[in-house]
Antibody, heavy 121, light 107 residues
Framework: QVQLVESGGGVVQPGRSLRLSCAAS????????LHWVRQAPGKGLEWVAV????????QYGDFVKGRFTISRDNSENTAYLQMNRLRPEDTALYYC??????????????WGRGVLVTVSS | DIQMTQSPSSLSASVGDRVTITCQAS??????LNWYQQKPGRAPSLLIY???NLERGVPSRFSGSGFGTYFTFTISSLQPEDIATYYC?????????FGGGTKVEIK
């Protein structure tokens, strides 16, 4: 079955960096775009970024403002989210999500369990 | 960015009731609207895609309709396991945007 397992979260000070990983299994990794979606504590869903199946297309939410980079390693079936210059408002549960299409962005058909990022001094 | 306005933000209904949630887009999104269910403490899951198509394995009591800027999501007969927050999401344009969510509770 499709599995997306996030890791790399934790507590980090404002202005520091963190890299999230998403290990995928149970499907053909190179046949799907991948997203990161976040959810602040007690709040709704906010789209962060998408990367196409081959990494050629990457798009970001407006709030990212050049601070985050999405990437993928198709040889390792893993996606990443490099987050720099973190702010307290980036505190959230970050979900890795599979897109049904190869280029994205369409429908988000499988979600990981999420990894918690807390930005606090 | 396309704004998605969902209503109500919460509702309480009895088991067996018909429940309807609406989602309004700030511009025409054609049929590019999905609905997700998020149960407490769990990740969201896809229920409806392209406004009205039921995802595989989703019970038929869930349905969706609409086109353009106005969409509805219906649970024909509310069950205890339907307690969750429901979100609409558009994919006409990037950035993908979600509605604010509707929390459904049992009366």
């Amino acid at each position: 079955q499709v599995q997306l397992v996030e890791s790399g979260g934790g507590v980090v000070q404002p202005g520091r960096s963190l890299r999230l990983s998403c290990a995928a299994s149970g499907f053909t990794f190179t046949s799907h775009a991948l997203h990161w979606v976040r959810q602040a504590p007690g709040k709704g869903l906010e789209w962060v970024a998408v990367i196409s199946y081959d990494g050629s297309r990457r798009q970001y939410g407006d709030f990212v403002k050049g601070r985050f980079t999405i990437s993928r390693d198709n040889s390792e079936n893993t996606a990443y989210l490099q987050m720099n210059r973190l702010r307290p408002e980036d505190t959230a549960l970050y979900y890795c999500v599979r897109d049904r299409s190869i280029m994205g962005s369409t429908l988000l058909d499988h979600w990981g369990r999420g990894v918690l990022v807390t930005v606090s001094s | 960015d396309i704004q998605m306005t969902q209503s109500p933000s919460s509702l309480s209904a009895s088991v067996g009731d018909r429940v309807t949630i609406t989602c309004q887009a700030s511009q025409d999104i054609r049929m590019y609207l999905n609905w997700y269910q998020q149960k407490p403490g769990r990740a969201p899951s896809l229920l409806i895609y392209d406004a009205s198509n039921l995802e595989r394995g989703v019970p038929s009591r869930f349905s969706g309709s609409g086109f353009g800027t106005y969409f509805t999501f219906t649970i024909s007969s509310l069950q205890p396991e339907d307690i969750a927050t429901y979100y609409c999401q558009q994919y006409e344009k990037v950035p993908l945007t979600f509605g604010g969510g509707t929390k459904v509770e049992i009366k």
